[in-house]
């Protein structure tokens, strides 16, 4: 459930400058958008292939957000957050692992999935495509200190009518590639508190252990 991503093709200095302006644009529209939302659900199904270790698991998920808190499940396994404290609940270990909401840079999570672009990234306009039938923007990201992040490329495909995500390809620099596909997404639907709260109750029997 960890985000560690992989290295892609070097560009020459004039393809990236030449694609910024163009995918800042559609970035920040998007964010501006993203921004309108005080709360969202969203549903995604997840694959991840390593064709050096031969993984090839496919699961899906959703996942609430509302301010800096999020619940988010994910197979067998959810992830809360209040916004100061992060419980990750692993079914098949019967174990809950508990930190600073602020320590969970490498965490998937929904907000950052839907944000992913904001911070840390140069960026580039790839080449149109459609994803069944709907024309999308694609753009490529890459982290701006390549050397202190666990990945190199993140590709966005936006779709050009609604300007909505669509689908996120993650690359680990060991060879793994995530794919999320966006199936659903709700703006501003009504989420109680208590939806980001961890009731050690609802884990009889889970170890806690604290990062």
């Known amino acids: 459930m960890k985000i560690i991503i992989t290295l892609l093709a070097i560009l020459s200095l004039a393809s990236v400058s030449f694609g910024q302006s163009g995918s800042q644009a559609i970035l920040d529209r998007l964010s501006r958008k993203m921004k309108t939302h005080k709360s969202f659900y969203v549903e995604f199904s997840a694959t991840t292939k390593n064709a050096t ?40 270990e019967k ?13 998937i999570n929904p907000r950052k999935l839907m944000t992913i672009w904001e911070d840390g990234f140069k960026n580039k306009l790839g080449k149109e495509t459609t994803i069944n039938g709907e024309k999308v923007h694609v753009i490529y990201l890459y982290p701006k200190n390549p050397a202190d992040a666990e990945y190199h490329t993140v590709i966005l495909y936006i779709s050009k009518t609604t300007e909505d995500l ?7 620099k060991d060879a793994t590639v995530m794919t999320y596909r966006l199936k659903v997404y ?22 806690l252990i604290k990062d």
């Open 53 to 92: 270790t031969g993984a090839n698991t496919s699961d899906t998920g959703k996942g609430w957000v509302k301010g800096d808190k999020f619940y988010a499940s994910f197979g067998d396994n959810t992830i809360i957050s209040n916004g100061l404290k992060t419980w990750m609940i692993v079914k098949e």
């Open 166 to 172: 669509k689908k996120v390809i993650i690359k680990t």
């Open 95 to 107: 174990s809950v692992y508990v930190s600073d909401a602020d320590d969970d840079e490498d965490l």
């Open 186 to 207: 709700k703006a501003n639907p009504e989420i109680s508190d208590s939806k980001f709260v961890y009731n050690p109750k609802k884990y009889p029997g889970y170890t």
